[in-house]
């Protein structure tokens, strides 16, 4: 069975964070090894209060993972909350290993989870970066539209960068896959009436676990956007 590391935050109501990532993974029958960087005191509604980890227990919990008889294939990183721990995950993580990002810099109940100029080098080592257009903008630091503010962080040193559709408007939502070969592919999908906490988790995860299974990124990036259609429709 395919395992991958995931690095994120505990929620306490369950709609997003490392709770999420498991639900995902077990959906498409990957094993998820997680490595706690917060935990957070949350309600659908607020974030009441974060406890965070240090960077030494990071680094420790991601070795662990490591060493297991069946090691992780890919690895997904959610929330970090400083600049410290974001260091701490790019020394600790292997070079060969594919990192999905998803760069949480505010909780969707509320809240600032990380400096947008947190990350680091952290930028350069992942295989792709999946913000929303929130995130999109702040990563960017440029206005204009999302394919100028995704040329702008190709631009830093990251390899690819997935533009989530899922804040925008219309009868389609679709994301981007910007490559800094400067191909692009789009996925889409019928906007739904619903919404959920931890969509960008999901796809995140998602994504992650189709690389574990030895899926290309546009191959993994489609496949997730239907794994998160599928539970949206839920």
């Known amino acids: 069975m ?3 590391l995931a690095i994120g935050g505990t929620d306490s109501s369950g709609g997003a964070g490392l709770s999420r990532d498991a639900a995902m993974a077990a959906a498409l029958g990957v094993t998820l090894r997680p490595a706690v960087t917060a935990v957070t005191v949350q309600t659908d509604a607020a974030v009441l209060a974060v406890h965070p980890c240090t960077a030494e ?7 662990a993972a490591l060493a297991t008889p069946a090691p992780p294939g890919a690895v997904k990183i959610g929330m970090l909350g400083s600049a410290a721990v974001a260091d701490a995950v790019t020394n600790a993580l292997p070079d060969d290993l594919p990192i999905v990002l998803d760069p949480v810099l505010k909780a969707t109940s509320g809240g600032t989870l990380m400096a947008a100029g947190g990350f680091g080098a952290l930028l350069r080592r992942v295989a792709v970066v999946t913000p929303n257009l929130d995130e999109l903008a702040a990563l960017s630091g440029c206005s204009g539209d999302p394919a100028r503010q995704a040329a702008a962080l190709l631009a830093q040193g990251v390899s690819a960068v997935l533009v989530k559709g899922g804040h925008g408007r219309g009868a389609l939502s679709t994301d981007v896959l ?4 400067g191909s692009t592919v789009a996925f889409e999908k019928p906007r739904l009436g619903v919404s959920k ?9 998602a994504i992650a676990c189709h690389l574990a299974m ?3 990124l546009p191959e993994a990036c489609r496949a997730a956007k239907e794994a998160v259609h599928r539970w949206l429709q839920e």
């Open 2 to 4: 395919s395992a991958i």
């Open 57 to 63: 227990a990071v680094a420790d919990q991601i070795a």
């Open 214 to 216: 030895g899926a290309p």
């Open 178 to 181: 910007c490559c800094a070969d």
């Open 197 to 205: 906490r931890g969509t960008g988790c999901s796809l995140a995860t």
